[in-house]
């Protein structure tokens, strides 16, 4: 292993005090990353200090800031809104309080701050270290300190981790919290939904989000609302009318429910607030609608926090125990951030700079401008919602300059096919109804294939329009059908239908198969012309285990419904005391489902077939539950990976655990099956699903301009890179050729050759209190966020 890569075990908290806060409003998984920081801090051997109630515990001491033990922060990872306690602190934007403040935390040694919160808040800790040198010097001159205290606490050290559920801070795709709103949003709006169809009904939702719509806008991509009022974008003058006009359109064509939503902040171009109330008064008088006003309020920051929220809390804990512990006394104050799939760190005030640069924007009525600096996730978000919520007439749609030799100019000759191949995953409608959409904006015809490659050789394909996808967002599985039938004995019959229908490209949405059967179609291209056409791939699968991309569409559904049963057994465990789960996950030879999920729920282990365990790691996790029975954490929880040892099956390690832990614990096992493939999808599977499809059919339109041979009067396409899948590779959404991504699969198994989630499996580990070595070469880099924006292409986080 190279050098220049640094681990964990080398950087010590021995002689470090850490102490963590949470401050302003509360959001779902601030007890996650609580719980990170205080066991990663007592892991590298630091004392770790909580102080409740926020900066006025820090202000008030006493009994408010306590040393935390391990257990301290048990059962706290599945628990809402933050155990130590959040508040608004006048006393400290005073100088007196600040003083204060300092006199007791240098009392405790405490120069390490973990601050986690929103701008306000983070703005407050960097002036407390600023000041710093400044406080102490105060306290020595008043005799409350010594000059040996004031000397061997001489810096401060900050680290923010963002805590809202709004997501309105710059530099980071998602913040703590924002995740979870969105899941109780979608709650809502989907058992809205069956109640609106019943009736044919109008609902106005307001959501929260004073000064940032990335609710309102996220929520009604997800569930595909008929307009949407934020911030940052007031509508044009005469939007009452145009808005009328879209619902009248839309009941028209029988649609029998309006969804509009509404971010509390949301104003006209005159920065004149527009209310649920107005609203509905408008849709009323205009249209005579039955209409309902529906306001989520707090709801929104209460309940279970998601198991994105988990991760990317416990990822964030982790992450700013690993910047304190490498900061040196010129080191800025910093925030960790999501960028991505890749935690990073950036500079604190550049951040809160920039976030305040949006206000400013739309203060002043620069709205595009508050766009722009809101980040290209948002512009990405809008951009894709604008695209899809608006049905084109036929006389607005583009002409691409390609003419048709018998009809003359028309908007598009082109006429590209739709497919789902593999197991069901959630979120596949979602990206079936984009790309239908898209397809159509774009002038093409669409085509739905039925029941994957094997309904193609049938011939189970017909036209699909806007109006048929009406709905789909919310809809679990796949309602195209879905096999894994591959193409290869079935390519003249495909081949046949190809030429039926004049189909000139292909997205395929799915899984392994899905990328199997690409390349088929590839390789029978020297034989068969008519696969001479763009194609491209969707990864959509629960497992996770495509090669060219580090998420599919389907696996964050599938990883809630895990943590969701993880949590009730957890329960159930802690009712009865000194009780081990063992729990089968789904994935084949993937073992995302199992890390990834053990993570977020907390598990004491996960074996997978990536990494390898025999009888001495199993013996070794016994010891590890039946010390842990001697705590008060009497309860243990353990995932495997339905393929992870053809040896040490479930009930393999189910009768071993029982065996070995007799008189000290019993055993419970749980195989969860496909209850992991089916359910609504999560808020983040119909968002990504949609931006995907969105971006792969615009891709599709690129090719089909280019490959068109104006001679022949068709699409010949027959490049590597005519063949593509997209993929979220670290920061960006890539398009890869499928014929070079060969060499990155281990075919045998179906899985990806390198996997990055394996770099996460070390902080399960450290979290369930086991010795181990965690891999820290992709941290301690501060980059800027001017630069970050640079670069920062396009990523498929919500």
């Known amino acids: 292993m190279p050098d220049t890569k640094k681990f964990f075990e080398n950087l010590s908290g021995a002689g470090k005090c850490v102490a963590v806060l949470t401050s302003g409003g509360d959001a779902q998984g601030m007890n996650g990353a609580v719980r990170a920081v205080v066991r990663m801090g007592i892991y590298v051997g630091a004392k770790v200090y909580l102080i409740h109630e926020g900066y006025q515990g820090m202000v008030d001491g006493g009994d408010n800031i306590k040393e935390a033990t391990w257990e301290s922060v048990s059962s706290m990872l599945q628990v809402g809104g933050t155990f130590i ?63 040996a205290a004031a000397q061997a606490h001489s810096v401060l050290h900050i680290v923010g981790m963002v805590g809202s559920i709004d997501n309105d801070f710059c530099g980071t795709d998602m913040t703590i919290g924002t995740d979870s709103a969105l899941h109780r949003i979608i709650e809502v709006v989907d058992a809205i939904m069956t109640t609106a ?12 989000g004073r000064h940032c719509g990335y609710l309102a806008l996220v929520s009604a991509l997800a569930c595909g609302a008929d307009w949407v009022f934020i911030p940052e974008l007031p509508p044009e003058d005469g939007w009452e009318d145009l808005m009328c006009q879209k619902l009248s359109e839309n009941r028209a064509d029988k649609k029998r429910l309006n969804i509009i939503i509404v971010a509390e902040g949301a104003i006209d171009s005159s920065n004149k607030a527009i209310s649920t109330d107005y609203v509905k008064d408008l849709v009323v008088r205009c249209l005579g609608f039955d209409t309902r006003v529906t306001i989520l309020g707090h709801v929104q920051r209460g309940g279970t926090p998601s ?6 809390a416990s990822r964030m804990g982790v992450e700013a125990v690993l910047a304190l512990l490498e900061a040196s006394p010129g080191t800025p104050a910093c925030v960790v951030s999501l960028c991505g799939n890749q935690a990073v760190r950036l500079p604190l005030m550049e951040c809160v700079q920039m976030t305040q640069e949006v206000q400013k924007a739309m203060d002043e009525k620069k709205f595009e401008e508050a766009v722009r600096l809101r980040g290209r996730s948002f512009e990405n978000n809008l951009n894709t919602y604008k695209l899809l919520s608006h049905r084109k007439s036929d006389s607005e749609l583009p002409h691409n300059g390609v003419e048709n030799s018998k009809q003359g100019p028309c908007r598009s000759p082109f006429t590209v096919a739709v497919l789902n191949v593999g197991a069901p995953a959630a979120g596949m409608n979602a990206a ?33 329009k806007w109006g048929d996808v009406g709905g789909w967002t919310g809809q679990g599985g796949s309602l195209l059908g879905t096999k894994r039938t591959l193409p290869l004995k079935k390519l003249d019959k495909i081949a046949e239908q190809i030429r039926i229908h004049n189909i000139n490209a292909l997205l395929v949405i799915g899984g392994f198969e899905a990328y199997l059967g690409l390349l088929e179609l590839l390789a029978a291209r020297v034989s068969h012309e008519e696969f001479c056409v763009p194609m491209v791939m969707v990864p959509a699968t629960v497992s996770n285990n495509i090669p060219g991309s580090d998420l599919s569409i389907g696996a964050d559904t599938a990883l809630n419904a895990i943590t969701d049963t993880c949590d009730r057994i957890k329960q159930s465990a802690s009712g009865t005391k000194r009780r081990v789960f063992i729990i089968e996950t789904m994935g084949g030879y993937c073992g995302y489902l199992a890390s990834v999920g053990g993570l977020a729920a907390g598990a004491d282990a996960a074996y997978i077939y990536e990494e390898p365990f025999d009888i001495r790691d199993l013996q070794a ?4 539950l039946t010390a842990k029975m001697k705590t008060s954490i009497q309860r243990g929880l353990v995932l495997r990976n339905e393929n992870s040892n053809d040896n040490y099956t479930t009930d393999f390690i189910y009768q071993l655990y029982s065996e070995e832990g007799k008189g000290v614990f019993d055993c419970r096992k749980n195989v969860l099956g496909h209850m992991q493939q089916g359910g609504a999808p999560s808020p983040f599977d119909r968002n990504f699903g949609t931006k995907i499809a969105a971006k792969a059919m615009q891709w599709i ?29 670290r920061r960006a959404l890539l398009f890869q050729p499928v014929i070079q991504l060969k060499d990155e699969t281990d075919f045998e198994h179906r899985i990806p050759k390198e996997q990055w989630w394996l770099k996460l499996r070390p902080l399960m580990k450290i979290l369930a209190k086991y010795k181990t070595s965690y891999d820290v070469s992709d941290s301690g880099q501060l980059e800027h966020v001017v630069r970050l924006r640079a670069k920062d292409t396009d990523n498929s986080t919500i």
Do not use: P
């Open 621 to 624: 996790n016994v010891e590890h």
């Open 307 to 312: 198991a994105f929220d988990r991760i990317l």
């Open 85 to 147: 306690g959040s508040a608004r602190c006048a006393e400290f934007r005073t100088h007196d309080g600040r003083l204060r403040a300092a006199q007791n935390l240098v009392k405790r040694g405490i120069t390490n701050l973990c601050v986690i919160g929103g701008d306000g808040s983070l703005t407050g800790a960097n002036l407390f270290r600023e000041e710093w040198s400044g406080l102490l010097e105060e306290l020595v001159q008043s005799g409350k300190i010594d000059e």
């Open 432 to 464: 079936v109804r984009s790309a239908v959409r898209v397809g159509i904006t774009e002038g093409h015809k669409m085509l739905a294939v039925n029941d994957g490659f094997e309904g193609f050789s049938k011939g189970q394909i017909k036209e699909i």
């Open 197 to 208: 169809q019943s009736h044919q009904r109008t609902f106005v939702l307001e959501v929260m």
């Open 701 to 729: 339109s690129k090719r089909l301009r280019e490959f068109y041979r104006e001679g022949v009067g068709r699409v010949f396409a027959n490049t590597e890179d005519s063949a593509c899948l997209l993929g979220m590779r």
